[in-house]
């Protein structure tokens, strides 16, 4: 709370950590992380999330499931092997 209140912020947004539950407010809801790769890796079993964030820095979150495995396709190899 400290840092945003030096620095005029009300929230700060950030991605790239897994979040089970697709989204974790923290600090008296001035920290929110956002996870956006529901069952990352296809095995972690995670919901991922989408925040929307209003004119008044209001957010609300839309949170989904991956998608059924039998809706999924695999594109074909395209890279070299040392991409695997």
């Known amino acids: 709370n400290q840092f945003n209140e030096i620095n005029g912020l009300q929230l700060i947004a950030r991605a790239h950590q897994l979040v089970m539950e697709g ?3 923290m600090f008296d809801d001035s920290l929110v992380t956002v996870w956006s790769a529901p069952n990352y890796c296809y095995r972690c079993g995670n919901v991922a999330s989408i925040m929307e964030v209003d004119e008044r820095v209001g957010t609300h979150f839309k949170t989904f499931d991956a998608a059924p495995a039998e809706s999924r396709s695999t594109p ?3 890279g070299p092997d040392y991409f695997l």
Request: net charge positive; proline share 0%; glycine share 16%.
């Open 23 to 25: 989204h974790k407010m």
């Open 76 to 78: 074909g190899r395209t």
